[in-house]
């Protein structure tokens, strides 16, 4: 009964890591990579899309991004996007395609998105404990159940432990990656 518990406790934190690596793809390293524009609303068709659904996004360099829309008339809607994203970069309108060039990022604003990093990965660590919390829950609900010992309570709680753990340590791997990413010139 409980490795049902247990299985629902790795699918809760597996969702929780791709959440975190989503979120922190959205940090910006002063790299150009695709996933910094991916997900960028653009209105088009009457409805909104995001440019990875309307364009190809490549990077050929570590300070250029070029998005090509497979709808050339997308090109000013994308650039607009890209423009009220938030991201604070400006995109370049190339003939039928956007341009974006990814300026070096300034060692102040490097630690800045260093302090940011941290910030989501402490949050990851509660929403993790959170989900602990919760599991600890239903499996200490089973006390006293037929057929469910003490014994079989303490093995799941040490499980359930030692999976926590586990995730925690991607989470400082995450961190360290990110860290390292934007410290690097």
Same mark, same amino acid.
Request: charge should be negative; avoid cysteine.
């Given at each position: 009964?409980?490795?049902?518990?247990?299985?629902?406790?790795?699918?809760?934190?597996?969702?929780?890591?791709?959440v975190v690596k989503k979120d922190l793809s959205s940090v910006r390293?002063?790299?150009?990579?695709?996933?910094?524009?991916?997900?960028?609303?653009?209105e088009a068709y009457g409805t909104i899309m995001t440019i990875k659904e309307l364009a190809?996004?490549?990077?050929?360099?570590?300070?250029?991004?070029?998005?090509?829309?497979?709808? =050339?008339?997308?090109v000013a809607a994308i650039s607009a996007?890209?423009?009220? #994203?938030?991201? *604070? &970069?400006?995109?370049?309108?190339?003939?039928?395609?956007v341009k974006i060039s990814i300026p070096s990022l300034t060692e102040e604003r490097r630690l800045e998105l260093v302090k940011l990093v941290h910030s989501k990965l402490e949050s990851?660590?509660?929403?993790?404990?959170?989900?602990?919390?919760?599991? =600890?829950?239903?499996?200490?609900?089973?006390?006293?159940?037929?057929?469910? #010992?003490?014994? *079989? &309570?303490?093995?799941?709680?040490e499980s359930m432990q030692k999976t926590v753990d586990s995730y925690m340590v991607k989470v400082e791997e995450l961190e360290k990656e990110k860290e390292k990413e934007l410290m690097t010139l």
């Amino acid at each position: 009964m409980s490795d049902t518990i247990l299985a629902n406790l790795k699918a809760r934190l597996d969702q929780t890591i791709e959440v975190v690596k989503k979120d922190l793809s959205s940090v910006r390293t002063g790299r150009a990579k695709p996933s910094l524009v991916e997900d960028v609303k653009v209105e088009a068709y009457g409805t909104i899309m995001t440019i990875k659904e309307l364009a190809t996004i490549n990077a050929p360099d570590t300070t250029l991004i070029v998005i090509s829309p497979w709808d =050339k008339g997308l090109v000013a809607a994308i650039s607009a996007g890209i423009q009220k #994203s938030g991201l *604070n &970069i400006q995109p370049i309108v190339d003939g039928d395609m956007v341009k974006i060039s990814i300026p070096s990022l300034t060692e102040e604003r490097r630690l800045e998105l260093v302090k940011l990093v941290h910030s989501k990965l402490e949050s990851a660590k509660v929403m993790i404990r959170g989900v602990r919390t919760e599991i =600890k829950e239903e499996i200490e609900a089973q006390k006293g159940e037929a057929g469910i #010992s003490e014994d *079989n &309570i303490e093995f799941w709680l040490e499980s359930m432990q030692k999976t926590v753990d586990s995730y925690m340590v991607k989470v400082e791997e995450l961190e360290k990656e990110k860290e390292k990413e934007l410290m690097t010139l």
